[in-house]
């Protein structure tokens, strides 16, 4: 296999997936960057933008490809034929009014929610991050940028820790190489990160610490305006010196939930347990007696907070879920109906 490509994380995962071990040696790559119908393709023999074939640019927006996607070229190598079944997959539901899922990385192996030792903490928020998280299938590492700026670092470390019973949490100094130690144990040679968080805490800053040079601009965010300043414009898979490869995602505002309960179950575990132990199998932990999860927050065990966030989630997540099903059965319906009248243009044809 090509040196190039295992640097890039192909595994026998992939591998396997291809029919003819020959495409390995010029048609298959990994998808570094994408940028509206253009991708940019690393094969074995190097760097291509290619678009998509047009079966592909029919395709719901979660099976087009995204960054770190494994994928098949045609033959010429200007265009994806296929996108290779995903090891994992940190999506979100689209912002707007066109309720798509889609797709932010792919086969990503840890995911490091990036957040500050500042007043951009928010548990709430590493909340909804490791639901995601746990939904895309990859590992979480909760990342505590600036924390040469301020007195107690360990403060927020502890609540970090609170907010999924045994997730890891690094606090670092992201200027500075040696305090990125503890992130380079998370990267090993053929593993994929993904950087995800709020702009401003740092994302670009780690990856070029950790690349020993400047990969991506860095800079400050201008608070007066809404707009900011996007220094990062596009999401870039990236292969470091030593090995391991880091995706940048630039701030998302919104990262919207969907069809994802028993994940936020999973990192609400807590609660989950506390629920189990309810008077009321239904019970909504509003006012009903015999409520084990009300009970923990009269004793001080469970914060309001925590429990708001989680049933905030559950509602989103809901009320997403039921309108992504009425959008599909909307879609086949009215793909029926085009077949349906195919077949009788058709009949009339052949009568
Ligand atoms: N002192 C200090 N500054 C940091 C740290 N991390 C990021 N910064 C600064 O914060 C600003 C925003 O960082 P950047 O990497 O562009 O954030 P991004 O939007 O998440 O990519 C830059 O001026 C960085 O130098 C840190 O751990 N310590
Ligand atoms: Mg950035
Ligand atoms: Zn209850």
């Known amino acids: ?54 079966a592909l640019q029919q395709a719901d927006a979660v099976d087009r490809p995204t960054v ?19 090891k994992s997959l940190f999506k979100r539901l689209s912002v707007g009014t066109r309720n798509e899922i889609q797709p932010i990385a792919a086969n990503i192996d840890t995911l490091f929610i990036v957040t500050s030792c500042n007043e951009e903490f928010k548990e709430s928020r590493l909340e909804r991050y490791l639901a995601l998280c746990r939904e895309a299938g990859a590992m979480p590492v909760i990342v ?21 019973a045994g997730v890891a949490v690094e606090a670092i100094n992201a200027l500075d190489p040696e305090s990125l130690a503890s992130l380079q144990a998370w990267i090993d040679s053929s593993s994929t990160v993904a950087l995800v968080g709020s702009s401003g805490v740092g994302k670009s800053t780690i990856l070029n610490t950790l690349a020993g040079h400047s990969l991506a601009s860095t800079g400050e965010i201008r608070e007066d305006d809404k707009k900011g300043r996007h220094t990062t414009t596009h999401r870039e898979l990236h292969i470091l010196p030593s090995g391991g490869l880091l995706v940048d995602v630039p701030g998302m505002r919104e990262l919207r939930v969907a069809d994802l309960s028993n994940s936020i179950d999973a990192v609400f575990d807590d609660i989950e347990m506390l629920a189990a132990k309810c008077k009321f199998a239904d019970c909504k932990h509003e006012a009903e007696p015999g409520c084990a999860v009300l009970q923990a927050i009269q004793e001080g065990k469970l914060d309001t907070r925590r429990l708001s966030n989680y049933k905030k989630l559950l509602r989103e997540n809901a009320m997403a879920t039921a ?28 009568a």
């Open 323 to 350: 309108t992504l099903a009425e959008k599909r059965a909307r879609e086949r319906d009215f793909s029926k109906m085009v077949k349906g009248a195919k077949t009788i243009k058709q009949n009339k044809g052949e």
């Open 68 to 86: 770190g996607d494994w994928v098949v070229l045609d033959e010429p190598l200007s265009r994806i034929e296929k996108v290779l079944e995903r």
């Open 1 to 54: 296999m090509d040196n190039l490509l295992q640097q890039l994380g192909l595994v026998p995962f992939f591998t396997q997936q291809l029919e003819d071990s020959a495409l390995l040696q010029e048609r298959v790559g990994r998808v570094i960057v994408v940028q509206r119908s253009k991708s940019t393709v690393v094969c074995a023999s190097g760097e291509r933008v290619v678009d998509l074939s047009p």
């Open 144 to 164: 505590l940028t600036k924390a040469d700026l301020t007195e107690d670092a360990t403060t927020y470390v502890s609540r970090a820790r609170k907010t999924q």
